[in-house]
Each structure stands twice: as structure tokens, then as C-alpha cells.
């Protein structure tokens, strides 16, 4: 990573990021209601970018830091879950499952 790309990041992702770690999107998930079937993603937008190790924390720990970094707000502890879609580490509302944030990690091989 370049020195310009590194100072972004760790902007976007940061004070605990290091030149070493990859960088992930931070996703706002724009969701339709699809009736019985859950939840359809209409459209989404990069809100902010964070290291892919954000990823391997426990969800407990990935929603504080959705609230650390003014994602979302201190009342999503409790109203919030994460779910992995194979893609992403989808953070849901705990009561309707709506989409609301992604950290978008990609394809694993």
C-alpha cells in the first residue's frame, strides 16, 4: 500500500490500522421488505472503509465499533445483531432482520 492510501485509511478505518492490514467497505444497505422471504438489498452505498480483521471480532464487539465510529447509535447494543452472508458481516435490526450496515469482506477462497 502506498503512503497516500495508507494515510487514507487509517482515516477512514481509524487509529488502531496498520500499513499491513487489508481494507474493507463499510456499506449503507438500502433494503426492500420482501414480504415472508426477509429482506431484498435494493441498494447500497460506501460509507466508510475499516480493516477486514474487524471482521473476526465477535459481534458484540463488531456493533461497538459500528457505534464508535458513529455507524450507528449507542441504543443498537441491544437492538442490533451480525450475521455473516458469506460476503459480508451484515449488521441487522434484531426485531425486523432489515439490513442496515455491511462489512463488505468479499469472496473467500
Not at 481509524?14 to 492490514?21: K, M, Q, R, T
Request: glycine share 6%.
Amino acid at each position: 500500500m502506498d503512503r497516500h492510501a495508507a494515510d487514507y485509511a487509517r482515516y477512514h478505518a481509524g487509529p488502531d490500522i496498520d500499513d499491513s492490514d487489508t481494507i474493507i467497505n463499510v456499506l449503507s444497505i438500502d433494503a426492500w421488505a420482501d414480504g415472508e422471504d426477509g429482506w431484498t438489498w435494493n441498494n447500497w452505498h460506501k460509507v466508510g472503509t475499516c480493516a477486514l480483521t474487524t471482521c473476526d471480532l465477535p459481534a458484540a464487539e463488531i456493533i461497538a465499533f459500528m457505534i464508535g465510529e458513529g455507524y450507528l447509535q449507542q441504543t443498537a447494543s441491544e437492538r442490533c445483531e451480525v450475521e455473516d452472508d458469506q460476503y459480508n458481516m451484515v449488521i441487522v435490526d434484531k426485531e425486523t432482520r432489515e439490513p442496515l450496515f455491511a462489512l463488505e469482506y468479499g469472496p473467500t477462497e
